[in-house]
């Protein structure tokens, strides 16, 4: 008998904004599964050597022609960042299993949890997008298997913020 096994991948994530001054901005909101993560799966599973799990969190500046309300939806093609300015490398701390309820998990769950903090020196410019890469990764722009794209509105990071960028995966059939 032949099993077929549709999965779902639900992306959520949220910014929480931290100026120098004490003001603290959260903007929340989905992002696009794009198909790279179903390569970055087959690498993991082949356990051939040369490609790991996410490794990077990119940020670009995408176009200045876009509406900061209504940035375009990205592809669920996409490869890469429209114009990537910078990444920051993820640790194996800034990744963990989360229950239905978003607390850690010491234990395997359909649910994954991606946290980093952008400090102040940080990717400094102008912000509109923003994906997570991992397999052959480096800190070169556009390397790796992308496995999400999000468009969002203006973000003008300066040297008087820290951006904490947390998003989290939802396996399901």
Request: with cysteine; net charge positive; glycine share 10%.
């Amino acid at each position: 008998m032949n099993v077929k096994l549709a999965p779902h991948i639900k992306g959520e994530f949220k910014d929480t904004i931290k100026y120098k001054n004490g003001k603290v901005e959260v903007r929340e909101g989905q992002n696009l599964i794009v198909t790279g993560i179903f390569k970055l799966i087959t690498t993991l599973l082949s356990s051939k050597g040369g490609y790991s799990g996410l490794q990077y969190w990119a940020v670009g500046e995408g176009l200045s022609s876009w509406n900061s309300s209504a940035p375009p939806e990205p592809s669920e093609n996409d490869t890469q960042l429209v114009k990537e300015i910078g990444r920051k490398q993820l640790s194996t701390s800034d990744i963990t299993w989360v229950d239905d309820s978003g607390s850690n998990s010491v234990t395997p769950t359909n649910r994954l949890k991606v946290r980093v903090t952008f400090g102040y020196n940080d990717c400094t410019g102008t912000w509109r997008e923003f994906g997570l890469f991992g397999g052959n990764a480096t800190t070169s722009a556009n390397s790796g298997i992308m496995i999400n794209h999000k468009n969002h509105g203006v973000i003008v990071k300066t040297t008087e913020m820290e951006i904490e960028r947390e998003i989290i995966f939802t396996f399901t059939k």
